[in-house]
């Protein structure tokens, strides 16, 4: 990764910008510039602030520290002795501007269904072609919400109703999840600040939400895990014990799963750094009286919802 020292310094983004990269709240950051002189944005005639990629990125360094629980004063002491010797910390993410992506030629959906139609024939040289077609016009997030969600749809339906057999519904899961590990494996890893923990509950082996929700982490600069299907709560509690994550998301599709969480919650508050757990899945999503019993964070119908609350929980500490 690159110090933060080499990050642009021109003063381009306003406070509500910086808010949405960071997850820093206004009122914090003006705290931190007038309590530790953290920031020098530039004032504008009209009093707004006016922040640098350099200045963000300076944050985000902040956040991961204060999100592993050492105190934000702490922190300032930190950078000051770094850049007492002339130094600067290293970015906790690696920064490039947005890519202007190509106009798609057709919506979304519609490769959901050539995807659908690629795999039910068993054609996995068409199958890549769609999913790097996708990446050239699409953020990942469309692509799993719009293009692989519907796809894995018409497998479930088709397989129902006996249109494919269970070795095609089969092959094109495996297909999916070896792209989704390769774009994660190709995501730089990120080794600090809070932990998360993503994979399936007990006796939960339909993986392919929890996979993307992984990815979308860990594209999002998290420092997260993926642990894969099928996760004991007692491996999980010895396992939280060394890794002391902050947060573990698990995938519910099933009332025996949800049945074997039932006081993991409680269990995971007696631990050292109490770190929560979440939750999301069809069987949850469907079933209020389970989100009471089971505690913890429900995440949401979406991976988009997924995102925004674990974002407010990491940095802001509620959902």
Same mark, same amino acid.
């Given at each position: 990764?690159?110090?933060?020292?080499?990050?642009?310094?021109?003063?381009?983004?306003?406070?509500?910008?910086?808010?949405?990269?960071?997850g820093?709240?206004?009122v914090?950051?003006?705290?931190? #510039?007038?309590?530790?002189?953290?920031?020098?944005?530039?004032?504008? =005639?009209?009093?707004? +602030?006016?922040? *640098?990629? %350099?200045d !963000?990125?300076?944050?985000l360094?902040?956040?991961?520290?204060?999100?592993?629980?050492?105190?934000?004063?702490q922190?300032?002491?930190?950078?000051?002795?770094?850049?007492?010797?002339?130094?600067?910390?290293?970015?906790v993410?690696?920064?490039?501007?947005?890519k202007?992506?190509?106009?798609?030629?057709?919506?979304?959906?519609?490769?959901?269904?050539?995807?659908?139609?690629?795999?039910?024939?068993h054609n996995?040289?068409?199958?890549?072609?769609?999913?790097?077609?996708?990446?050239?016009?699409?953020?990942?997030?469309t692509?799993?919400?719009?293009?692989?969600?519907?796809?894995? #749809?018409?497998l479930?339906?088709?397989?129902?109703?006996?249109?494919? =057999?269970?070795?095609? +519904?089969?092959m *094109?899961? %495996?297909? !999916?999840?070896?792209?989704?590990?390769?774009?994660?494996?190709?995501?730089?890893?990120?080794?600090?600040?809070?932990?998360?923990?993503?994979?399936?509950?007990?006796?939960?082996?339909?993986?392919?939400?929890?996979?993307?929700?992984?990815?979308?982490?860990?594209?999002?600069?998290?420092?997260?895990?993926?642990?894969?299907?099928d996760?004991?709560?007692?491996?999980?509690?010895?396992?939280?014990?060394?890794?002391?994550?902050k947060?573990i998301?698990?995938?519910i599709?099933?009332?025996?799963?949800?049945?074997?969480?039932?006081?993991?919650?409680?269990?995971?508050?007696?631990?050292?750094?109490?770190?929560?757990?979440a939750?999301?899945?069809?069987y949850?999503?469907?079933?209020?009286?389970?989100?009471?019993?089971?505690?913890?964070?429900?995440?949401?119908?979406?991976?988009?919802?997924?995102?925004?609350?674990?974002?407010?929980?990491?940095?802001?500490?509620?959902?």
């Amino acid at each position: 990764m690159s110090k933060i020292d080499s990050y642009p310094t021109e003063p381009e983004f306003t406070i509500k910008t910086v808010q949405n990269r960071t997850g820093i709240k206004p009122v914090t950051l003006r705290a931190w #510039e007038r309590r530790y002189n953290l920031l020098e944005p530039m004032r504008m =005639p009209n009093g707004y +602030r006016l922040y *640098s990629e %350099q200045d !963000i990125q300076l944050l985000l360094w902040v956040q991961r520290r204060v999100e592993s629980g050492v105190s934000i004063s702490q922190v300032v002491q930190q950078f000051n002795q770094i850049r007492e010797k002339d130094d600067w910390p290293e970015s906790v993410q690696t920064y490039s501007p947005a890519k202007k992506r190509k106009k798609a030629p057709r919506p979304a959906i519609d490769y959901a269904e050539m995807l659908f139609g690629a795999l039910v024939s068993h054609n996995e040289e068409r199958t890549a072609i769609i999913f790097e077609e996708c990446q050239v016009y699409f953020e990942l997030l469309t692509i799993f919400q719009e293009v692989i969600d519907p796809c894995l #749809e018409l497998l479930e339906e088709s397989w129902f109703l006996g249109d494919i =057999p269970i070795a095609t +519904r089969h092959m *094109s899961s %495996q297909i !999916i999840k070896g792209r989704l590990m390769g774009i994660m494996q190709g995501l730089p890893m990120i080794k600090e600040g809070a932990l998360i923990l993503v994979g399936c509950g007990p006796e939960g082996m339909n993986e392919m939400r929890a996979m993307m929700l992984a990815v979308l982490l860990r594209q999002n600069n998290y420092h997260v895990e993926y642990l894969g299907p099928d996760l004991p709560t007692d491996d999980l509690i010895d396992y939280s014990k060394i890794a002391r994550p902050k947060l573990i998301c698990l995938s519910i599709n099933s009332e025996p799963t949800a049945f074997l969480l039932k006081d993991f919650s409680e269990q995971l508050s007696r631990l050292r750094g109490k770190p929560r757990l979440a939750y999301f899945g069809r069987y949850v999503t469907q079933n209020e009286d389970a989100r009471e019993k089971l505690g913890g964070i429900y995440l949401g119908e979406t991976l988009e919802t997924y995102l925004e609350r674990i974002r407010r929980y990491m940095t802001l500490g509620v959902v």
